[in-house]
Structures are given as C-alpha cells and as structure tokens.
C-alpha cells in the first residue's frame, strides 16, 4: 500500500488497515490513533515518535522495527511479534501485551506502567530504567533480561523466569514474586522491601547490599549465606514460616 493512499484514508475516516504490508517504511512521527493494524508487517518500518494510542496490533510482526519516543499507550499488541524491536522511551502505559515476543528488545526508560506483558517472550531485553510499576508480568520470560535500576514496585511477576537477570538497583518494593524462578539473577542493592517471594527459587542468587525488610520468604529455596549478603532483615519472613528479628 502507498503511504500516501493510507494517510489520506485515516483523514477520511478510515480506521480499517487489518494485514496491511508497511515492512521497511520510514513513518517517522505518523499519527494513526484507534487504527486497527492487527496481523500488519511493519518488520524493521521507523515509527519513532509515531502516536499510535489505542491501536489494535494483535498479532502484527514489527520484528527489529524502531519504535523510539512512540506513544502506544493503551494499544492491544497480544501475540505481536517484537523481537529486536527498538522502543526505547516509548509509552506503553496500560497498554496490552500478552505472550508478546520481545527478546532482545530495547526499552531503556520506557513507560510500562500498569502494562500486562503476562507470559510475554522477554528474555536479553534491555530495560534500563525502564518504568514497570504495577505491571502484570506474571509468567513472562525475563531470563537474561537487564532490568537495571528499573522500578518494579508492585509489579506481579509471579511464576516469572527471572534466570541470570540483572536486577541491580532494582525497585521491587511490594512485588509479587511467588513461585518465581530467580536462580542465578543479580540483586545487588535492589530494594524488595515487602516483596512476596514465597515458594521463589533463589539458589545462587546475588542478594548482596538488597533490602529484604518484611519480606516473605516461605517455602522459598535460598540459603542462609545468601541472607547473610542483604543489607536489611527486619521483618523477614523466612522460609521455614520463622520471622526474623531485627
């Protein structure tokens, strides 16, 4: 389709563009809110500081696309393909990505506030300083993801794949992280102050410098030499259903 053909179609009111074939093309700061673009290639199109709130891009490939400074808040992009994707500053909040596939995706700072990403592909996604506040994130793949002095304050990530990832300065206060698996994941000088890690598989976990203050550990695999790295303990619920004393 002409990029021409398609713009004048949106100004005429046109909201239907299903399985539209847009893959490589340059659509630098294109408006297209409310579009329905479900099953559209853009694979490797610029869409950088494009506005496309409440959009529909269920199943859309926008493999190794660039989608900087993008506005997609409150867009459906369930099943969408993403992987490579480039969406480093990009507004997501509330936005909707169930089991969306976005290994090796760049989200540095970007706003995933409220966003569900529940049994989403995350896994080598860069997610410096990334803004994850009460995301629902349970079931996703995070493993080997950098999610370096992210904030993750109240975000649900239980029976997520946490495995090697880099969670240091991490903000995870009051973060559902049950049943998560957290085996070999860095935490140094994260804050899990109020966290709920019960049944959580921290095994050679690095904990150290973390904030553990009122955090529940029940029925959670983690040694005590691990413990002994954490630079707060009051509060802590530990594994065997004991309260560790200040």
């Known amino acids: 389709m002409d990029v021409r053909d398609l713009i004048q179609r949106?100004?005429?009111?046109?909201?239907?563009?299903?399985?539209?074939?847009?893959?490589g093309f340059n659509l630098y700061s294109l408006r297209f809110d409310q579009?329905?673009?479900?099953?559209?290639?853009?694979?490797?199109t610029k869409l950088m500081a494009a506005t496309l709130q409440q959009c529909n891009l269920s199943e859309a490939i926008l493999d190794e696309a660039d989608l900087s400074g993008a506005?997609?808040?409150?867009?459906?992009?369930?099943?969408?393909?993403?992987?490579?994707?480039?969406?480093?500053?990009?507004?997501?909040?509330?936005?909707?990505?169930?089991?969306?596939?976005?290994?090796?995706?760049?989200l540095f700072e970007a706003n995933l506030n409220e966003t569900i990403l529940s049994w989403a592909d995350l896994s080598w996604a860069k997610l410096y300083?990334?803004?994850?506040?009460?995301?629902?994130?349970?079931?996703?793949?995070?493993?080997?993801?950098?999610?370096?002095?992210?904030?993750?304050?109240e975000a649900n990530l239980s029976e997520a794949d946490l495995t090697t990832a880099d969670l240091s300065h991490a903000d995870l206060r009051e973060a559902k992280l049950s049943f998560a698996n957290l085996e070999g994941a860095i935490l140094r000088r994260a804050n899990?102050?109020?966290?709920?890690?019960?049944?959580a598989n921290l095994i050679e976990t690095d904990l150290t410098g973390a904030k553990l203050n009122w955090v529940n550990l029940t029925g959670a695999e983690v040694s005590e030499a691990q413990l002994n790295l954490a630079a707060t303990l009051e509060g802590v619920?530990?594994?065997d259903g004991s309260t560790h004393e200040a």
């Open 237 to 239: 619920i530990l594994p």
């Open 10 to 23: 949106y100004r005429a009111g046109d909201r239907d563009f299903r399985g539209v074939d847009l893959a």
């Open 35 to 44: 579009a329905n673009l479900s099953r559209a290639n853009l694979r490797s």
């Open 129 to 153: 300083e990334a803004q994850l506040s009460w995301a629902n994130l349970s079931g996703a793949n995070l493993s080997r993801a950098h999610l370096i002095s992210a904030s993750l304050s």
């Open 192 to 199: 899990l102050s109020g966290a709920d890690l019960r049944d």
């Open 71 to 106: 506005n997609l808040s409150g867009s459906t992009l369930n099943w969408a393909r993403l992987t490579g994707a480039t969406l480093n500053g990009a507004n997501l909040h509330r936005a909707s990505l169930i089991e969306a596939h976005l290994s090796r995706a760049k």
